[in-house]
């Protein structure tokens, strides 16, 4: 059993800034990338960052500049620091995250249960 927990959603207003982390727990053998999505109301769920286990990462072109993801490998963490926030990144925040359960064997697609984030105007 793998779960992904997600924390540090919130209201913050515009300009301001906020960190969110996930948490990979269970029968974990590795991790491959990590990331974040988002979906706001109405819209499809898009990918706002992700990470390798190498640290590469790739972003949004509407976040870049403005967030920064990161990841702690011995610990099946990952986190977005979210500065410069703006009105229209209010919306679910979804960790993901590619998991091998056993040595060779296949990976797995892995969602938390979303944190919200709302920027006021």
């Known amino acids: 059993q793998v779960q992904l927990v997600e924390s540090g959603g919130g209201l913050v207003q515009a300009g301001g800034s906020l960190r969110l982390s996930c948490a990979a727990s269970g029968s974990i053998f590795s991790i491959n990338a990590m990331g974040w999505y988002r979906q706001a109301p109405g819209n499809q769920r898009e990918l706002v960052a992700a990470?390798?286990?190498?640290?590469?990462?790739n972003y949004a072109d509407s976040v870049k500049g403005r967030f920064t993801i990161s990841r702690d490998n011995a610990k099946n963490w990952v986190y977005l620091q979210m500065n410069s926030l703006k009105p229209e990144d209010t919306a679910l925040y979804y960790c993901?995250?590619?998991?091998?359960?056993?040595?060779?064997?296949?990976?797995?697609?892995?969602w938390g249960q979303g944190t919200q984030v709302t920027v006021s105007s």
């Open positions: 990470i390798t286990t190498g640290s590469s990462t």
């Open positions: 993901n995250a590619i998991i091998r359960l056993a040595p060779g064997g296949p990976s797995y697609n892995y």
